[in-house]
């Protein structure tokens, strides 16, 4: 779990204030497989592998998204969660989505992991 924050906070570094909200999807693709490869032919992202861990970070309009994609070796894989980062009046918000094609149980824990993230990013980086 401690690789897992260091991934993602790799990933983010400004503030964050406030938590997911993950009411509405975010990702229009119909597998894990097609957003990687629409996302690995698309020259505004940028890829980093961290650990196993590929993730494409884009910047469009003002709003940051990171898309993370689950490593052969992690339970739920193959799953991508994406999350989109925008400037609002009460400070930035992450709005969370994510596609497992994994048994729903490793499906769970792998968004609660990014809550639990998306949390201790948002103490972390508010000084609390």
């Known amino acids: ?22 009411s509405d999807s975010l990702i229009d693709f119909g ?10 032919a698309d020259q ?13 970070n884009k910047k ?3 709003i940051y998204t990171l898309w993370s994609f689950t490593p052969l070796s ?11 980062i925008t400037n609002q009046e009460s400070g930035l918000f992450i709005s969370m989505s994510a596609l497992c094609e994994s048994e729903k149980t490793h499906c ?4 609660e992991d990014f809550r639990e993230i998306n949390e201790n990013l948002r103490k972390k980086h508010s000084g609390g």
């Open 74 to 84: 992690h339970p739920a894989h193959p799953s991508v969660v994406r999350r989109d």
């Open 1 to 22: 779990m401690s690789k897992l924050i260091a991934l993602l906070s790799f990933g983010l570094c400004f503030a964050i204030n406030a938590v997911a909200d993950e």
């Open 60 to 62: 469009h309009n003002g």
């Open 108 to 111: 769970d824990a792998l968004i």
């Open 44 to 56: 505004s992202a940028t890829m980093t592998n961290f650990e196993g861990w590929i993730i494409y």
């Open 31 to 40: 597998s894990v497989d097609e957003a990687y490869q629409v996302l690995s």
